[in-house]
């Protein structure tokens, strides 16, 4: 379990995406971020469990520069040019994230931490890398992984940028 907070909004709703501008945005509703600390009805802070859990590991371990230990994106792959490339490199460096946490995860449960099996990654099952229309200097990823009990999660959007 994690607490639930916020998130910065990338304007980006829907499925199929729309792309929307700041002030039209209807999950930020113009603030530029979206989610806030919560607290239920007995006073106790609101908390991401189960899958929703999985997808904010994720997402932090893809928006957090890399740390000497290995967690953390490698910025340095994306290039001023987005290119094939560059979408290859990008794509390598989420897959070595994503075998980061597993690793992780197995770790702390091999130390007694116990997980929700919807919590824990056991892999990909699709990664897509693309530049970002609406800004040439981000990048796109979309990516669906599996957790341990063999179920596909519901999919991950992250922007990134250097």
């Not at 957090?64 to 987005?82: A, K, L, P, Q």
Request: charged share 15%.
């Amino acid at each position: 379990m994690d607490f639930l907070g916020t998130q910065v909004c990338d304007h980006r709703v829907g499925s199929p995406i729309v792309s929307y501008i700041l002030s039209t945005c209807p999950r930020c509703l113009g603030a530029g971020y979206y989610g806030s600390p919560g607290f239920d009805v007995h006073g106790k802070m609101s908390l991401v469990t189960q899958s929703d859990q999985l997808n904010q590991a994720i997402k932090k371990i893809l928006i957090e520069n890399m740390r000497t230990t290995g967690y953390g994106f490698n910025y340095n792959v994306i290039t001023s040019t987005i290119d094939a490339t560059t979408i290859s490199s990008i794509k390598a460096e989420v897959v070595r994230c994503m075998n980061y946490l597993i690793k992780v995860q197995t770790q702390a449960v091999g130390l007694g931490v116990l997980y929700d099996p919807k919590e824990r990654i056991a892999g990909i099952n699709f990664l897509d890398v693309q530049q970002d229309t609406s800004d040439p200097r981000r990048v796109i990823v979309n990516l669906i992984v599996v957790n341990a009990l063999n179920q596909i999660t519901t999919p991950v959007v992250v922007a990134l940028q250097r």
